[in-house]
């Protein structure tokens, strides 16, 4: 199933079933609420039907519990560590690592992100994600597809400036990344991509585009993952509990952001670029740079 968090004429948001062409009512605020209500329902809803015209799609996770972004593309790695002459960490091998982000700074598709105040230099990370459908702790690999209610696309947006310099105090990225993260337009359950899932190595074969101002930058497969999101998850449940709708971040696709670029890079993201970035299945999600 695809489902995704809608409004019509300014009202509150709420959940839908993507089908016909158009959004079914689920009659609830929070989309795996709609998810349990369209599964009981066998995925014939029996809320009142709108053309995907008569709405605006927003974030399907507005306010998850936490964020929890890794670090899973080798090559997105080795590019970025190369622009400042250094190679791959031998400990990033070993474990996937993430980062806690904001929960409360979560966008949706075709909104517009506020330029982060005292920044020169705003890139995006072309990323997708798992939502978390139960709770769990202490989770194996093996398990951890019960655990992933759907997925999503995702745009970390990151000030590279402030980035370097909590990087060079030892920690973070902190403020570089917590004034905006958009995800959507869908959330797009498993069995929507099992003909795409390897289950010897727990990845998914899908392509991925990236364009800035419908210029093509990039083209690539999810299944470029180092880390599969069951490790992740392993990881994240850790002597720790994950919660329903937490939000696991794959981390940028190779080749997915300006940084990687390097000395062939022009500039920077600067106001009114339209971001967009598209993975088979998924559908695409589209950001505009404001002031």
């Given at each position: 199933m695809k489902l995704a968090m809608f409004s019509v004429n300014g009202q509150k948001p709420?959940?839908?079933?993507?089908k016909d062409e158009g959004l079914y009512d689920l009659g609830v605020s929070d989309i795996l609420d709609g998810l349990d209500k369209a599964k009981a329902e066998?995925?014939?809803?029996?809320?009142?039907?709108?053309?995907?015209e008569e709405m605006t799609l927003t974030t399907p996770t507005p306010q998850p519990p936490s964020f929890r972004d890794f670090f899973t593309y080798e090559l997105h790695v080795k590019n970025a560590r190369a622009t400042r002459g250094a190679?791959?960490?031998k400990e990033w091998y070993q474990i996937p690592v993430f980062y806690f982000s904001n929960p409360h700074a979560f966008y949706g598709?075709?909104?517009t992100i506020p330029y982060p105040q005292g920044s020169q230099e705003l890139d995006c990370e072309f990323e997708w994600a798992a939502v978390i459908g139960k709770d769990g702790r202490n989770i194996g690999s093996a398990q951890a597809h019960e655990y992933i209610a759907g997925f999503m696309l995702l745009n970390d947006w990151s000030a590279r400036d402030f980035q370097r310099q909590e990087i060079a105090v030892g920690l973070g990225p902190a403020k570089a990344k917590d004034f905006a993260t958009s995800v959507g337009p869908y959330l797009v359950t498993p069995d929507e991509l099992a003909d795409r899932y390897d289950s010897t190595t727990n990845r998914y074969d899908l392509g991925t585009i990236w364009r800035i101002n419908n210029q093509e930058k990039s083209r690539n497969?999810?299944?470029?993952?180092?880390?599969?999101?069951?490790?992740?998850?392993e990881r994240a449940s850790a002597n720790s509990w994950i919660r329903r709708g937490d939000v696991i971040g794959s981390g940028t696709i190779g080749n997915g952001c300006l940084l990687e670029e390097?000395?062939?890079?022009?500039?920077y993201l600067r106001p009114g670029d339209v971001v967009e970035?598209?993975?088979?299945?998924?559908?695409?999600l589209r950001g505009i740079v404001g002031e």
């Open positions: 709420r959940a839908g079933l993507l066998s995925g014939k809803p029996s809320g009142q039907f709108y053309r995907l190679d791959v960490p598709p075709d909104e497969n999810t299944s470029s993952q180092y880390f599969s999101f069951a490790q992740c998850i390097g000395a062939k890079r022009e500039r970035f598209e993975i088979e299945r998924l559908g695409y």
